[in-house]
């Protein structure tokens, strides 16, 4: 073996077996139907050509949560992270909102970053209740640990599900973790998991054909609210 691949293999953190989320339709409140999929390590690529105009939008701080998820990505393509996963959602083939977090250990989750490239339609809401979905009924996970980076994050997770405060430090840093259990989840999960399977046909085709990418100045449109959303 070339003496690259021998520290390559040192380099790359141990991966725990991970269960596939298995896709899910969403009927979004303009009637269009989001699809919900997993992410494969290939899609890496395409998937930072939308997150990357989101990094100089400093409108409830897209700016540091794109630049995270833009590295945590990025680190995952390269083999620098331990079990990471993304979930993505499309509307049309379009992607419109990017979920992603790692593994702990089996029975703890690391939530990283929710991206809503699409505002007004509690896309990044649905993609969240998606993550902490595959967390528990996917992955068999007892708990989620999870900050948030943004008033309207805090508003959405911590007060929302509603999540129990700890005095645990996050890997992300910032304040301490607020945590879901499993109690916790299957009491909201009524409330916020939504979405139906299998995803049709027609739907499934359109998404997994291409992950198309709306240009800067729509996506920075979008963010903003300047549709009138």
């Known amino acids: 073996m070339p003496m690259d691949m021998e520290l390559e293999s040192v380099l790359r953190p141990t991966q725990y077996p991970m269960a596939p989320y298995p896709p899910k339709v969403i009927t979004l409140a303009n009637g ?3 699809v919900v999929r997993q992410a494969e390590r290939e899609d890496v690529p395409e998937i930072l050509k939308s ?11 897209y700016d540091i949560v794109s630049a995270r998820l833009y590295g945590e990505l990025l680190a995952w393509y390269r083999y620098r992270v331990k079990s990471e996963y993304c979930l993505m959602g499309q509307v049309d083939g379009y992607l419109v909102g990017v979920v992603n977090g790692r593994l702990e250990n089996e029975k703890v989750g690391m939530s990283y970053h929710t991206l809503a490239i699409d505002r007004g339609l509690r896309i990044g809401s649905h993609l969240f209740a998606a993550k902490m979905e595959y967390h528990m009924d996917y992955l068999g ?68 054909k291409d992950i198309l990418f709306a240009d800067d100045d729509t996506i920075r449109e979008r963010i903003a609210g300047l549709k009138g959303r």
Do not use: N
């Not at 990357?52 to 409830?60: A, K, N, S």
């Not at 999540?163 to 909201?188: C, F, M, N, Q, V």
């Open 141 to 208: 996970q007892e708990e989620v640990l999870i900050v948030a980076e943004s008033p309207i994050g805090f508003r959405r997770w911590m007060v929302e599900y509603p999540l129990e405060k700890t005095t645990i430090p996050h890997e992300l840093g910032g304040g301490d973790s607020y945590r879901l259990t499993r109690e916790i989840y299957l009491a909201a999960k009524h409330r916020l998991v939504v979405g139906e399977r299998p995803v049709p046909a027609d739907l499934w085709e359109t998404a997994t």
């Open 51 to 61: 997150v990357h105009p989101c990094l100089f939008i400093e409108r409830d701080y």
């Open 32 to 34: 269009k139907h989001m």
